[in-house]
């Protein structure tokens, strides 16, 4: 690594105007469109990726990260504040999050969430610079068999985040699998549970209507419920925010958190195919598991929302890594950043380190202003955004109604899609109710169809013999982890029911 043209780099792009301003537009757009459900980070790069054609390469490029790091953490603000991930990549954010918030910390669960973000995107950042070419032939490696067994992985995630009942968290993991099958089969084009004139679930039940009626719609039907019965209170911000950052005792207290979630974030987001939506889901279960108090995760605690939000962002950093090193997008965003490259000329690739090597170098410092640029944005906004929790709870329910079926609509400008979202809400409010969770429907939704096509794949690679799959030692490494999660995450489950019913015991020999 030329150590000096890396220096040189990184002050040509944070000494040069326009590439500040463009990169904070960016991110300041990023936590706006990130904020409203449905208006994922993925759109709001597409939606600006025109402004950007008149541009040289690296201010366009840094306004393009800007939204992207922007994004991903502004959707925890919605997500912590209203129960609606305003991004796939927040919906375990919410976990931790919305808790935090009806216990009356809306700034600190903002405040934590902002900080983790940026720091693991710097970790994500970081690990770009310096080993990106050896992660990205890592990921090189993986085939379906790996994909396969990655999704494995990240499906023994589901009794970590299964809540009070391993039963219920299964029944719903089940359900969440069914909805996967509706559809037109991923390898042969067979329709499953419809016939071909139902256009509208051709590809299945599309993903963000469902997320956004699980959580957001379902909230508001429970909160007008709770408004017939008048047993509704009225949250007001009380928190007063001296600092917009955490204070020390809480960095200490979330430091291993985030260092392992940026690295988490960072590992899944180099494989392509894979993103945040699975990474922040592993990085819950690894940091629960990891808990001497694991009973207090999902209650809102500042170490669920820093998991959750340092591999959200972690994951940019790694998702650039195929792009630059193999010009392979690591998600959907990258994707569009390809596009951005080609369009000027430039095909990122294993010669990208050899023919442009200074504007590598020039990504690598854009990524990392665009990651302070987002705490800039975040620090600016963590005071207004925690009193919408004071706005009247009769205003504030037909406001989130209004924008989430927009964001619902916005996806594929489909009504059905509203129909989906108005359905899966009320599904989300009887769970609800009847304390099904909802984390391990989304969890399935996300990885159901990663499974299946790559078993397939595997299985008409290897035709028809499975046991193949242990000549991969990634493979086996992923399933040996997926095991003892499960094991280890049963164990848990059943210490935290102990303490619970020795707790209950307890207080009902005082009374």
Not at 157 to 161: D, E, L, Q, S
Not at 272 to 279: Q, S
Not at 405 to 417: E, P, R
Not at 436 to 439: A, D, E, W
């Given at each position: 690594?030329?150590f000096?043209l890396l ?16 990169t904070?537009?960016?991110a300041?757009?990023?936590v706006l ?7 994922t980070?993925t759109m709001g790069?597409a939606l600006l990726?025109?402004f950007?054609f008149?541009?040289?390469l690296?201010?366009?490029?840094g ?11 502004g959707?925890?603000i919605s997500a912590?504040l209203i ?8 919906a375990?954010t919410?976990?931790d999050?919305f808790?935090?918030t009806?216990?009356g910390?809306?700034?600190?669960a903002?405040s934590?969430a ?8 710097v970790?994500g950042a970081?690990v770009?610079?310096f080993?990106?070419p050896?992660?990205?032939d ?7 068999g790996?994909?396969f067994?990655?999704?494995v992985?990240?499906?023994s ?5 299964s809540?009070k ?8 993991a089940f359900f969440?699998?069914l909805?996967c ?6 390898t ?6 419809i016939t071909y004139?139902?256009?509208s679930?051709?590809e ?6 469902t ?5 957001a719609i379902?909230e508001v039907i ?7 019965k008048?047993s509704?209170k009225?949250?007001t911000?009380h ?5 917009v ?6 960095i ?10 940026g690295?988490?974030g ?5 494989i ?8 922040v889901?592993?990085s819950?279960g690894?940091?629960k598991s990891?808990?001497k108090?694991?009973?207090l995760?999902?209650t809102?605690?500042?170490q ?9 962002n972690?994951?940019s950093?790694g ?5 630059l090193s193999?010009g ?12 951005a490259?080609i369009m000027?000329?430039?095909q ?7 023919s442009?090597?200074?504007t590598?170098?020039?990504?690598f410092a854009a990524?990392?202003?665009a990651n302070?640029?987002m705490l800039i944005?975040g620090?600016?906004g963590v005071r207004f955004?925690a009193?919408?929790?004071?706005v ?7 406001i989130?109604?209004v924008v989430s ?13 509203v129909g ?5 809400g009320?599904?989300?409010?009887l769970?609800n109710?009847?304390e099904?969770?909802?984390?391990p429907i ?16 595997f299985?008409?690679?290897?035709k028809?013999?499975f046991?193949a799959?242990?000549t991969s030692?990634i ?7 997926a095991?003892?999660?499960?094991l280890?995450s ?7 029911n102990?303490r619970?019913?020795?707790a209950k015991?307890a207080?009902?020999?005082q009374e």
């Open positions: 690594m030329d000096n220096i040189s780099s990184y002050s040509a792009v944070f000494t040069n105007v326009q590439v500040l301003l463009m904070l537009l960016g300041f757009g990023g469109l990130g904020a409203i459900p449905g208006m980070a790069v990726i025109p950007s008149g541009m040289d690296i201010p366009s490029i306004l393009l990260l800007g939204i992207y790091c922007g994004g991903m953490y959707g925890s912590i129960h609606a991930p305003g991004t796939p990549s927040a375990a919410l976990l999050g808790p935090m009806q216990k910390e809306a700034g600190r903002l934590i902002m900080f983790s973000s940026f720091c693991g995107g970790i970081l770009m610079t080993l990106s050896l992660i990205a890592m990921a090189m490696n993986f085939g379906p790996e994909m067994m990655l999704a992985f990240g499906l995630v589901i009794i970590a985040i809540g009942s391993i039963i219920k968290g299964m029944m719903s969440g699998m909805l099958t509706v559809g037109l089969d991923p042969n084009g067979i329709p499953r549970f004139s139902q256009t679930l051709l299945g039940f599309q993903f963000i209507p997320l956004i009626g699980l959580f379902a429970a909160g007008v419920e709770r408004i017939i008048g509704e009225q949250e911000s928190e007063k925010i001296t600092n950052l955490p204070d020390l005792a809480t200490k207290k979330i430091w291993p958190n985030i260092l392992s979630g690295l988490i960072t590992f899944i987001g180099a392509p195919g894979a993103g945040g939506d699975i990474a889901f592993v819950y690894a940091s990891a808990s108090h694991p009973e995760y999902g809102g605690i500042p669920g929302v820093a998991a959750t939000e340092s591999a959200n972690g994951c950093g998702a650039m890594i195929p792009l193999l392979v997008p690591g998600d959907a965003v990258t994707a569009i950043l390809l596009g490259f000027k000329g430039i990122p690739g294993p010669m990208m380190y050899i442009e090597l200074p590598v170098y020039s990504v990524l990392m202003l302070l640029c944005v620090c600016g955004f009193k919408i929790v004071s009247e709870k009769k205003m504030l329910y037909p989130i109604l079926l927009l964001g619902a609509y916005s996806i594929n400008k489909n009504v059905f899609d989906v979202c108005v359905a899966f009320v599904i989300g409010w769970m109710k009847y099904f969770p909802l984390s989304l969890l399935t939704l996300i990885l159901g169809p990663m499974c299946e096509k790559n078993f397939v794949r299985m008409n690679i290897q028809g013999n046991f799959i242990t030692p493979a086996m490494g992923f399933l040996l982890v095991v003892a999660v499960i280890f049963i164990y848990n489950q059943n210490k935290i102990k619970q019913a020795a015991a207080e009902n020999a």
